[in-house]
């Protein structure tokens, strides 16, 4: 009987074992499961940060040119010593409309920069995002202003350079290879 129990317990290891290995080998493809899904979810959050800020930049462009088209158009006239002032108010309504416009198309824009989705764990992400949004804000500074006080007020060159700085060593952080 002595020796029959010891023949099983070598087997009893032995499954035991091969149990323990079963276990590591499904933790292994889990965490490489896991690992192949985050890579796949950052390199999608990067594309749409990436698309999201390429839109928005390009909305802040049109806006510029608009704006600024509108108001060599109406510049002409206004800054006639002749016009009456109630035409010249509406030259200006001309300039503000077109910047009102444009700061709701920047702002539909914009918001899309914030609404990429991203992991906690994804820092150097989030950073990217947040940076994209400092500096698009800035650079939508005027044509904001003017839609809502009248008057063009852009930001300072330096917190401009500052934050076009932080953006572009966010960028570079989020695009070397791990």
């Given at each position: 009987?002595?020796?029959?129990?010891?023949?099983?317990e070598?087997?009893?290891q032995?499954g035991l074992?091969?149990?323990?290995?079963?276990?590591?080998?499904?933790?292994?493809?889990?965490?490489?499961?896991?690992?192949?899904?985050?890579?796949?979810?950052?390199a999608?959050?990067?594309?749409?940060?990436?698309?999201?800020?390429?839109?928005?930049?390009?909305?802040?462009?049109?806006?510029?040119r608009?704006?600024?088209?509108?108001?060599?158009?109406?510049?002409?006239a206004?800054?006639?010593?002749?016009?009456?002032?109630?035409?010249?108010?509406?030259l200006?309504?001309?300039?503000r409309?077109?910047?009102?416009?444009?700061?709701?198309d920047?702002?539909?824009?914009?918001?899309?920069?914030?609404?990429?989705?991203?992991?906690?764990?994804?820092?150097?992400?989030?950073?990217?995002?947040?940076?994209?949004?400092?500096?698009?804000?800035?650079?939508?500074t005027?044509?904001?202003?003017?839609?809502?006080?009248?008057?063009?007020?852009?930001?300072?060159?330096?917190?401009?350079?500052?934050?076009?700085?932080?953006?572009?060593?966010?960028?570079?952080?989020?695009?070397?290879?791990e």
């Open positions: 009987m002595e020796s029959l129990e010891q023949g099983h070598p087997r009893q032995a074992r091969l149990a323990l290995v079963g276990v590591l080998v499904a933790g292994l493809a889990v965490s490489a499961l896991v690992w192949v899904a985050d890579a796949r979810w950052r999608n959050a990067t594309a749409d940060l990436a698309l999201a800020f390429d839109e928005t930049l390009s909305a802040v462009e049109i806006a510029e608009r704006v600024q088209s509108v108001a060599e158009y109406a510049r002409p206004r800054d006639r010593a002749d016009v009456d002032p109630s035409v010249r108010e509406s200006d309504d001309l300039v409309d077109a910047a009102s416009d444009s700061a709701a920047i702002a539909a824009q914009r918001s899309r920069v914030d609404a990429v989705r991203l992991l906690p764990w994804h820092a150097d992400l989030q950073l990217a995002r947040d940076q994209a949004g400092a500096w698009l804000d800035l650079r939508a005027g044509i904001v202003s003017l839609a809502t006080t009248g008057r063009t007020e852009y930001a300072p060159r330096e917190q401009l350079d500052t934050a076009r700085t932080a953006l572009r060593d966010a960028w570079e952080a989020i695009s070397r290879p």
